[in-house]
């Protein structure tokens, strides 16, 4: 691997185009790759610090649920 110049924090840092590699998502399957990248980021930022109620939970496990889908390329256009 090349190095680069870039310093990042964590994955949740890259590009889109190398976070959608770190995490094996085929950009072709996604409808809109920066809105999935984004909602992505912010998921996992959320389950960083976690749901405090059952409701918070299951909202968490449905969104993470769609876009599993979605990157799948196995989504309902809407």
Same mark, same amino acid.
């Given at each position: @691997? *090349? #190095? #680069?110049?870039?310093?990042?924090? #964590?994955?949740?840092? !890259?590009?889109? +185009?190398?976070? @959608? !590699?770190? $995490?094996?998502?085929? /950009? +072709?399957? !996604? =409808?809109?790759? &920066?809105?999935?990248?984004? /909602? @992505?980021? &912010?998921?996992? =930022?959320?389950? =960083? $610090?976690?749901?405090? *109620?059952?409701?918070?939970? /299951? &909202? @968490?496990? +449905?969104?993470?649920?769609? !876009?599993? $889908? +979605? ?8």
């Amino acid at each position: @691997m *090349t #190095s #680069s110049n870039h310093d990042y924090k #964590s994955f949740l840092d !890259l590009p889109d +185009e190398q976070f @959608m !590699l770190a $995490i094996c998502v085929r /950009e +072709e399957n !996604l =409808k809109d790759p &920066a809105r999935w990248c984004a /909602e @992505m980021r &912010a998921l996992a =930022k959320a389950r =960083k $610090i976690g749901p405090k *109620t059952s409701a918070e939970a /299951e &909202a @968490m496990f +449905e969104w993470a649920g769609r !876009l599993a $889908i +979605e990157a799948h390329g196995e989504r309902n256009d809407e």
